[in-house]
T-cell receptor, first 109, second 115 residues
Framework: GQNIDQPTEMTATEGAIVQINCTYQ??????LFWYQQHAGEAPTFLSY??LDGLEEKGRFSSFLSRSKGYSYLLLKELQMKDSASYLC??????????WGAGTKLIIKP | ETGVTQTPRHLVMGMTNKKSLKCEQH?????MYWYKQSAKKPLELMFV???????ENNSVPSRFSPECPNSSHLFLHLHTLQPEDSALYLC??????????????FGPGTRLTVL
């Protein structure tokens, strides 16, 4: 079966750095997405990786290793507004998005 | 504001009721999706429409019935639901049904409670 694993919950301190990991086992791979979802709101797109390596976008970076079935989302200079759930999703060989259950990130002052 | 709107935002219904969820996208996209989001579970894809034709139906019970009258509007008709159907129902749209890096834009969701 297809599976996306990410931690259920993480806690970090304002101003610090946090890394949210995602491992996947899917039938084929056509890219990996990260989305942010604040409580009671719509998920919003953060990043898309299809090639190995690190993609940097401001305070957020996303890394992919296809050989290891692994990605992480790196958040720097954490702000209170970064408290949210972070969803990892993989596009499989049928171009269907397979979603992880999300990681709830709690930022403390 | 993502360009995708959903109504109503909250809905409470009995098991014998019939109701409809509405989604509208203002982005000119040609694919639309219905997802179910339950607490601490992955998003469950229910239906996909591409160019107004249904291309995906992931074994969703017949008490959920989608309708896509045009590329901007998507409905989810509900009847004789069960309490376990209580969840957040999200609508999304994209340019192309999942091809390449075409991100999906989500609406705020309808919080459904079935009594």
């Amino acid at each position: 079966g297809q599976n996306i694993d990410q931690p259920t919950e993480m806690t970090a301190t304002e101003g610090a750095i946090v890394q949210i990991n995602c491992t996947y086992q899917t039938s084929g791979f056509n890219g990996l997405f990260w989305y942010q979802q604040h409580a009671g709101e719509a998920p919003t797109f953060l990043s898309y990786n299809v090639l190995d390596g690190l993609e940097e976008k401001g305070r957020f970076s996303s890394f992919l290793s296809r050989s290891k079935g692994y990605s992480y989302l790196l958040l720097k200079e954490l702000q209170m507004k970064d408290s949210a759930s972070y969803l990892c999703a993989v596009l499989d060989s049928n171009y269907q998005l397979i979603w992880g259950a999300g990681t709830k990130l709690i930022i403390k002052p | 504001e993502t360009g995708v709107t959903q109504t109503p935002r909250h809905l409470v219904m009995g098991m014998t009721n019939k109701k409809s969820l509405k989604c509208e996208q203002h982005l000119g996209h040609n694919a639309m999706y219905w997802y179910k989001q339950s607490a601490k579970k992955p998003l469950e894809l229910m239906f996909v429409y591409s160019l107004e034709e249904r291309v995906e139906n992931n074994s969703v019970p017949s008490r959920f019935s989608p309708e896509c009258p045009n590329s901007s509007h998507l409905f989810l008709h509900l009847h004789t639901l069960q309490p376990e159907d209580s969840a957040l129902y999200l609508c999304a749209s994209s340019q192309g049904a999942g091809r390449g890096g075409n991100e999906q834009f989500f609406g705020p969701g309808t919080r459904l409670t079935v009594l």
